[in-house]
């Protein structure tokens, strides 16, 4: 310690003699040092001190005590000597006490002679001090640390030292410190003596209580820096600074006299140390309050300097502390290193180092400091430029609505901060992952973020409000989508983030599924996510444990963190804070206080407050320090729980107070005072009341009119008050008079208040207009809801408002019943309540006034029966509404149908140029509009489940838009035309393009910007792969993934990612590379709940994984069991025709390049099973076309008994790609040369197959098909082998493994190389 320096100040620093214990100093000056500089050499003892008793001689090292007392006899005084002697000896010798050699003679007197210890005596250093010398606290503390080691090893080694005085104590700086050694050991007392006891425990007892109040005199004199004014014996002029052994023969009884007034004793002294000091001196007080062993005093003063300059340091004493009120922070933190430790290791690990989400759960009792555990990495996070996003779900609290106000907050703070142009770089990611502008859905739930995105620019806010003016009703997954893009924004390496949500255990479906999304989202990095619940309302169905478990499935690590109570020593340590007293005083309380609580850390700071309420813990102003009745808080009876007690307390209070708890627990976990104004209508409730509160430490005071619970479990505490009977009507009591009480431009903002409150005593509701009216009401707060995307807290409302309807509603309240059902069923739709949004729509269907009523509830039924993967019936329902509508749709489609309804449409176009059909004029009639949407809604079911009505569905939307105007899904409609021209059996790839631009164009003219993923998806994967190069499409399918993701339509947005992916992989692009961004796609799709694409994604990873020699089964990480295998058995079973063709298709590819021709044939006929007969084909399927071309030359050379078969599947191959080059030489003619290739090969026409075979190779190198540019080396490799040409069969052999291993495919790599390695031998090596 830097204050150890001044000790050189007080003499003890200086020269000391060689051997020494490290002092000398320049007040002992009557002999030199020994060893010194000195030119005086000493030949005999010199006298050091003389008293009326004794002399003191030195002699080198060594001193020698004569007594100069001539009363006693030489055999009594040798008595006496000896007596020294053997307490010297009996002491280890690790006590500092003199240490006695011998007994002799000296001068013809009984002398002691003993070893010497340089130093200053206790009575100097004080003297010293008294000079002015400025000595601080620290090295006062070390002084008194010193004298009470000392006694504590006297008394540790079985004796009493019995004569304490300043002139008794020699002091010496040793290794910073100081070191304390007792001399005149005549007065000292053994008391234990190994097994043997001398004494009996009372008298050992009051031995060490004689010696303990000596020391709280001794360090009284230290802290003041005084000398005692006790009259001790033989201290004479000189006596304390000739040699550091003055002696005096103190009376015993002298630390028994009385010391005047505890507060002269003291004030001034910093509570700590004055209880300390106090606590020795106090004779009368209890032996609970009192030290008993000096190891406790040492102890205390250790723990006071390593605190010096904290709490414990407090000298002057605080309001709350006059009036004897004990403070007690709610945020106190003791203890838990092992959870911290684990804590700020995943803190470290995830926002410094990791490159991935990472995710804790922290566990335990209520109450027991979960998130004050959280609370303590705020200030690494900050040293770091980290930001923390908090949020708290609360029992009664709309949960879905927590994130959203959670970041609000946050960017609350950024704006009141003037935090913006440090953040800058995170608003241009943000503006980036989310946009600036109003279309935004956030915007509308975190309104901050908006007002930060404009950056105060009132035009920019405005803007933003006027074009989102209409309510348009979002679905959960673009609302959990655009969460997870604004938390992987906020999220960096300068600024990583910490979300925090409290009591998860009252989280919602949503918000759960949110939290599962951020943590495989590939994209979030730097983040961290800290989750507490009790543990002991989470159980194994509980909807938190189910969701935990499915993000460990994913992968997903989850750090475990569990809470208990807190330790003994961690509650006294918490005492000795909060009462600036030391811990050893404190430990009777501490033990007490743990044994009542049982070391839940909230239970402990109530059960204080009680005991400090009930005057069983007070401060002492004469003492000046705290005070306890230790046996009246161990009679206390305590109930089980911090609630129960609480609540038990609180009905101690006065009447209005308990009437003012019971308001405010209603009143929510945060509440204003206008809220309780209105609550309490008449009752006199004053600002008195609420300011008691926050003394009490009930609630805290956010502001000059915001309240919040200090505790959920305080909040509990409060509302348990009400009766368990009476709490239905006390909440009606509340709602009623909130309702009465709130303006119309106020029921905005308490709504959903005032719902809540009434909906809880809805059942005491007997009046039927009483009933509509909260009816009313709850659609209102559900339609609310809904437009700010709260979901979960939508449907509870609306769901509510329904059971409030009576049978004759239908008659009475029409429109009110229509308009609950209808939003009803909206929100069940988009929570994926599937089942009970079936129960719901029955009885609407059957009441309703009119079919147009009925639209919307059909429209949520068909939109549900398709997420659930219920195609046929989503397709039956489909059609039976169109009939309703006008269009009817047969099941069956023969040729003669399917030929009136092409001839039909084709008529309708003739002549039309593209200007023409974008001219159309607007559709308004209200059911054609309707039978466009549901043909919308079938489009996509019949591509998945029954492709041969999809053709019919394109005819329809086409005919409607030219016969009854355009409309946004028109543009579609006109993509999905193009889509069907260019394939079978029309294969018009120009008029399809044309569709295609048609379709750009006009939803571009119509703003139809929400049809964009679909759109692109149409004609970039399905139109465009006709005309242009593969690769061109790629971007544009990347852009269309992130509008659909912006406008919440993610699954056309997946549906663009797979075409993007899928074009990638038969394009040739790096595996590696690939497996890698598959991977990210499959997470994003199954974190959307996008089942056909992640499967997708996983089918084409497998691929990857299998070309690149991985053994990896691509779906463990998405579902537990699931093989390539068992996802086509399930496809098969589902009817699921287009995952079939993929499997197959993939399947088939592999087995083609892997060389295993069998299976590659077995997979095709499987293939067969499975037609496209929809409109349009992606890219894998021509590709499946020129692999099952090239099996089918393959099988045709073994002249088989199926050999016209297989020919004739090969010609067909080339008949296709020779129709399809002219189109696009780019993207088929390396195709079609191979094929050509294979064909020549078959028909022995050597030279065209070499030519064919290079002109192959060509095209695929210029065209950037590296993966088919090996191909087609490798085949006309094993043409020449088959030729015996090895050495040109080599050098191609060689070229085809260089293209294979530059795509990654380290299988066919492989294999290649065993080729080689064979035909080596062969070669002649001139090639």
């Known amino acids: 310690m830097d204050s150890i320096s001044s000790l050189g100040s007080l003499g003890l620093g200086e020269a000391s003699p060689v051997g020494s214990s490290g002092l000398g100093g320049d007040s002992i000056d009557l002999y030199p040092p020994v060893g010194g500089n000195s030119d005086h050499v000493q030949t005999s003892p010199q006298l050091v001190h003389q008293s009326n008793r004794t002399a003191i001689y030195r002699f080198h090292d060594t001193g020698i005590k004569v007594s100069l007392d001539r009363s006693p006899s030489d055999e009594q005084l040798i008595r006496q000597l000896l007596h020294e002697q053997n307490v010297s000896n009996f002491l280890p010798e690790s006590c500092r006490k003199r240490q006695v050699t011998d007994v002799t003679s000296f001068d013809r007197r009984p002398a002691l002679s003993f070893k010497w210890v340089n130093g200053i005596t206790l009575k100097e250093w004080l003297q010293k001090v008294q000079l002015g010398i400025q000595v601080d606290l620290n090295v006062r503390l070390r002084a008194a640390m010193a004298v009470a080691k000392t006694l504590s090893n006297f008394h540790e080694g079985g004796a009493s030292y019995n004569c304490l005085t300043p002139e008794n104590i020699v002091l010496a700086p040793f290794e910073g410190e100081y070191v304390a050694t007792l001399i005149d050991l005549s007065s000292a007392l053994v008391f234990r003596d190994g097994k043997k006891i001398d004494v009996d425990a009372d008298f050992e007892e009051e031995l060490k209580g004689v010696d303990l109040r000596s020391l709280g005199l001794i360090l009284n004199q230290i802290f003041r820096g005084e000398e005692s004014t006790g009259g001790e014996e033989g201290a004479g002029p000189g006596s304390g600074s000739k040699d550091g052994h003055v002696e005096?023969?103190?009376?015993?009884?002298?630390?028994?006299?009385?010391?005047?007034?505890?507060?002269?004793?003291?004030?001034?002294?910093?509570?700590?140390?004055?209880?300390?000091?106090?606590?020795?001196?106090?004779?009368?007080?209890?032996?609970?309050?009192?030290?008993?062993?000096?190891?406790?005093?040492?102890?205390?003063?250790?723990?006071?300097?390593?605190?010096?300059?904290?709490?414990?340091s407090k000298c002057e004493l605080d309001d709350s502390t006059i009036k004897s009120r004990l403070r007690l922070q709610g945020g106190m933190f003791y203890g838990r290193q092992v959870q911290m430790s684990m804590l700020l290791h995943l803190f470290q690990s995830s926002v410094v180092l990791g490159n991935q989400p990472m995710m804790a759960t922290i566990s335990g009792y209520p109450g027991t400091g979960k998130s004050t555990l959280v609370n303590q990495i705020k200030k690494p996070l900050t040293d770091l430029n980290g930001c923390f996003v908090e949020g708290k779900f609360s029992k009664n609290a709309r949960p879905d609505a927590i994130l959203a106000s959670a970041l609000n907050s946050f960017f609350g703070n950024i704006l009141e901060t003037n935090g913006r142009n440090s953040l800058m770089p995170m608003k241009w990611r943000i503006n980036d992952a989310i946009g600036s502008g109003g279309n935004s859905v956030l915007f509308g739930v975190v309104p901050n973020l908006q007002k930060w995105m404009a950056d105060g620019n009132s035009a920019n806010e405005n803007h933003a409000q006027s074009s989102s003016g209409v309510k348009r009703i979002v679905s959960d997954h673009r609302l959990k989508f655009m969460f997870c893009k604004l938390i992987g924004a906020i999220a960096s390496h300068a600024h990583p983030l910490v979300l925090f949500l409290d009591d998860l255990q009252w989280a919602d479906e949503m918000t759960l599924d949110i939290i599962r999304m951020m943590m495989t989202d590939p994209d979030i990095q730097h983040f961290l996510f800290l989750g507490c619940y009790r543990d002991n309302e989470v159980n194994i169905s509980h909807p938190l444990t189910a969701k935990l478990k499915a993000i460990r499935e994913q992968g997903i690590s989850i750090v475990t963190i569990k809470i208990g109570p807190i330790e003994k020593e961690c509650v006294n340590t918490l005492l000795s804070e909060a009462m600036c007293m030391p811990p050893s005083l404190c430990r009777p309380l501490s033990n007490a206080v743990h044994s009542?609580?049982?070391?839940?850390?909230?239970?402990?700071?109530?059960?204080?407050?009680?005991?400090?309420?009930?005057?069983?813990?007070?401060?002492?102003?004469?003492?000046?320090?705290?005070?306890?009745?230790?046996?009246?808080?161990?009679?206390?009876?305590?109930?089980?729980?911090?609630?129960?007690?609480?609540?038990?307390?609180?009905?101690?209070?006065?009447?209005?107070?308990?009437?003012?708890?019971?308001?405010?627990?209603?009143?929510?976990?945060?509440?204003?005072?206008?809220?309780?104004?209105?609550?309490?209508?008449?009752?006199?409730?004053?600002?008195?009341?609420?300011?008691?509160?926050?003394?009490?430490?009930?609630?805290?005071?956010?502001?000059?009119?915001?309240?919040?619970?200090?505790?959920?479990?305080?909040?509990?505490?409060?509302?348990?008050?009400?009766?368990?009977?009476?709490?239905?009507?006390?909440?009606?009591?509340?709602?009623?008079?909130?309702?009465?009480?709130?303006?119309?431009?106020?029921?905005?903002?308490?709504?959903?208040?005032?719902?809540?409150?009434?909906?809880?005593?809805?059942?005491?509701?007997?009046?039927?207009?009483?009933?509509?009216?909260?009816?009313?009401?709850?659609?209102?707060?559900?339609?609310?809801?809904?437009?700010?995307?709260?979901?979960?807290?939508?449907?509870?409302?609306?769901?509510?408002?329904?059971?409030?309807?009576?049978?004759?509603?239908?008659?009475?309240?029409?429109?009110?019943?229509?308009?609950?059902?209808?939003?009803?069923?909206?929100?069940?739709?988009?929570?994926?309540?599937?089942?009970?949004?079936?129960?719901?729509?029955?009885?609407?269907?059957?009441?309703?006034?009119?079919?147009?009523?009925?639209?919307?509830?059909?429209?949520?039924?068909?939109?549900?029966?398709?997420?659930?993967?219920?195609?046929?019936?989503?397709?039956?329902?489909?059609?039976?509404?169109?009939?309703?509508?006008?269009?009817?749709?047969?099941?069956?489609?023969?040729?003669?149908?399917?030929?009136?309804?092409?001839s039909h449409v084709k008529q309708l176009l003739k002549g039309k140029s593209q200007q023409d059909l974008l001219s159309l004029p607007m559709m308004s009639e209200t059911r054609k509009l309707a039978a466009m949407q549901f043909m919308n809604h079938a489009l996509t079911m019949t591509f998945i489940a029954k492709p041969l009505l999809n053709p019919i569905i394109v005819l329809r939307m086409v005919k409607m838009s030219i016969e009854h105007g355009m409309c946004n899904i028109s543009a579609f409609g006109f993509a999905c035309y193009g889509a069907w021209l260019v394939s079978e059996p029309t294969c018009d790839i120009e008029g399809g393009h044309r569709m295609g631009r048609?379709?750009?164009?006009?939803?571009?003219?119509?703003?139809?910007?929400?049809?964009?993923?679909?759109?692109?998806?149409?004609?970039?994967?399905?139109?465009?792969?006709?005309?242009?190069?593969?690769?061109?499409?790629?971007?544009?399918?990347?852009?269309?993934?992130?509008?659909?993701?912006?406008?919440?339509?993610?699954?056309?947005?997946?549906?663009?990612?797979?075409?993007?992916?899928?074009?990638?992989?038969?394009?040739?692009?790096?595996?590696?590379?690939?497996?890698?961004?598959?991977?990210?796609?499959?997470?994003?799709?199954?974190?959307?709940?996008?089942?056909?694409?992640?499967?997708?994604?996983?089918?084409?990873?497998?691929?990857?994984?299998?070309?690149?020699?991985?053994?990896?089964?691509?779906?463990?990480?998405?579902?537990?069991?699931?093989?390539?295998?068992?996802?086509?058995?399930?496809?098969?079973?589902?009817?699921?025709?287009?995952?079939?063709?993929?499997?197959?298709?993939?399947?088939?590819?592999?087995?083609?390049?892997?060389?295993?021709?069998?299976?590659?044939?077995?997979?095709?006929?499987?293939?067969?099973?499975?037609?496209?007969?929809?409109?349009?084909?992606?890219?894998?399927?021509?590709?499946?076309?020129?692999?099952?071309?090239?099996?089918?030359?393959?099988?045709?050379?073994?002249?088989?008994?199926?050999?016209?078969?297989?020919?004739?599947?090969?010609?067909?191959?080339?008949?296709?790609?020779?129709?399809?080059?002219?189109?696009?030489?780019?993207?088929?003619?390396?195709?079609?040369?191979?094929?050509?290739?294979?064909?020549?090969?078959?028909?022995?026409?050597?030279?065209?197959?070499?030519?064919?075979?290079?002109?192959?190779?060509?095209?695929?190198?210029?065209?950037?098909?590296?993966?088919?540019?090996?191909?087609?080396?490798?085949?006309?490799?094993?043409?020449?082998?088959?030729?015996?040409?090895?050495?040109?069969?080599?050098?191609?052999?060689?070229?085809a493994k260089r293209c294979y291993d530059s795509w990654g495919a380290c299988t066919l790599v492989r294999r290649v190389e065993k080729a080689i390695a064979i035909l080596l031998p062969l070669c002649s090596g001139r090639g």
């Open 596 to 902: 009542k609580t049982g070391g839940i850390i909230l239970f402990v700071l109530r059960f204080l407050a009680s005991l400090n309420d009930d005057k069983d813990l007070w401060f002492s102003m004469s003492a000046r320090r705290w005070m306890f009745n230790l046996e009246e808080i161990r009679r206390k009876e305590i109930h089980g729980d911090v609630v129960s007690h609480m609540t038990e307390r609180m009905k101690s209070l006065s009447k209005k107070m308990q009437m003012g708890l019971k308001f405010a627990a209603c009143a929510g976990p945060t509440f204003s005072t206008m809220v309780l104004d209105k609550i309490q209508k008449d009752l006199d409730f004053e600002d008195s009341i609420l300011n008691s509160c926050v003394q009490f430490g009930f609630l805290q005071n956010e502001s000059s009119n915001q309240y919040v619970w200090a505790h959920d479990q305080i909040q509990q505490a409060a509302y348990d008050l009400i009766p368990l009977a009476k709490r239905e009507s006390f909440h009606l009591l509340v709602g009623t008079r909130l309702f009465m009480s709130t303006s119309p431009s106020e029921l905005e903002n308490m709504l959903f208040f005032i719902v809540d409150n009434m909906n809880r005593g809805s059942k005491l509701i007997d009046d039927q207009d009483q009933l509509y009216e909260v009816s009313q009401l709850n659609l209102e707060a559900g339609e609310k809801a809904l437009s700010s995307s709260a979901f979960h807290s939508a449907a509870k409302y609306l769901m509510t408002g329904l059971s409030l309807l009576r049978p004759e509603s239908w008659e009475l309240k029409y429109n009110l019943t229509i308009r609950l059902y209808d939003a009803a069923s909206e929100a069940l739709f988009v929570t994926g309540d599937f089942s009970r949004l079936a129960v719901l729509i029955e009885e609407p269907l059957m009441n309703a006034r009119s079919f147009e009523d009925k639209l919307n509830i059909m429209n949520n039924l068909v939109r549900a029966l398709a997420a659930s993967s219920k195609f046929e019936e989503g397709i039956t329902k489909c059609f039976s509404i169109l009939g309703q509508l006008g269009e009817v749709i047969p099941n069956e489609i023969t040729p003669d149908i399917y030929a009136k309804e092409v």
């Open 248 to 312: 005096t023969k103190e009376d015993p009884d002298l630390n028994r006299r009385k010391r005047g007034k505890q507060q002269a004793v003291t004030d001034g002294l910093p509570l700590y140390l004055g209880s300390l000091i106090s606590a020795l001196l106090d004779t009368s007080a209890s032996p609970q309050v009192c030290y008993e062993s000096a190891k406790d005093v040492f102890l205390d003063l250790k723990i006071m300097t390593e605190n010096a300059n904290g709490c414990l």
């Open 998 to 1295: 048609v379709a750009t164009e006009m939803m571009k003219q119509l703003g139809a910007a929400e049809m964009t993923p679909r759109l692109y998806a149409t004609v970039y994967g399905f139109i465009n792969i006709w005309k242009e190069p593969w690769q061109a499409g790629l971007e544009k399918h990347m852009e269309a993934y992130g509008s659909g993701a912006a406008t919440g339509d993610m699954e056309y947005a997946i549906t663009n990612l797979y075409q993007y992916a899928n074009t990638a992989l038969y394009c040739g692009e790096n595996l590696t590379n690939l497996s890698q961004n598959l991977q990210s796609y499959a997470k994003r799709a199954f974190q959307c709940n996008q089942r056909n694409g992640w499967t997708s994604f996983v089918i084409l990873n497998q691929l990857a994984l299998d070309l690149m020699g991985i053994k990896q089964n691509a779906f463990s990480p998405y579902s537990n069991g699931t093989t390539e295998e068992s996802c086509f058995t399930s496809c098969v079973n589902n009817n699921e025709i287009s995952m079939c063709r993929l499997i197959c298709v993939k399947k088939k590819y592999l087995a083609f390049f892997t060389g295993d021709l069998d299976a590659a044939a077995k997979m095709y006929g499987q293939s067969q099973k499975f037609p496209f007969g929809s409109t349009g084909r992606l890219v894998h399927s021509l590709v499946s076309i020129f692999i099952d071309g090239l099996i089918g030359f393959f099988f045709a050379r073994k002249h088989r008994e199926d050999e016209k078969k297989w020919t004739d599947l090969g010609l067909d191959a080339i008949q296709y790609f020779r129709t399809w080059v002219p189109g696009s030489h780019w993207n088929f003619s390396n195709k079609l040369h191979l094929l050509e290739a294979e064909f020549y090969f078959l028909s022995e026409d050597d030279k065209r197959a070499r030519a064919c075979y290079n002109a192959s190779i060509k095209a695929a190198r210029e065209h950037r098909f590296v993966h088919e540019e090996g191909l087609a080396e490798e085949k006309l490799a094993t043409y020449l082998l088959h030729k015996s040409q090895h050495d040109d069969s080599l050098r191609h052999f060689i070229n």
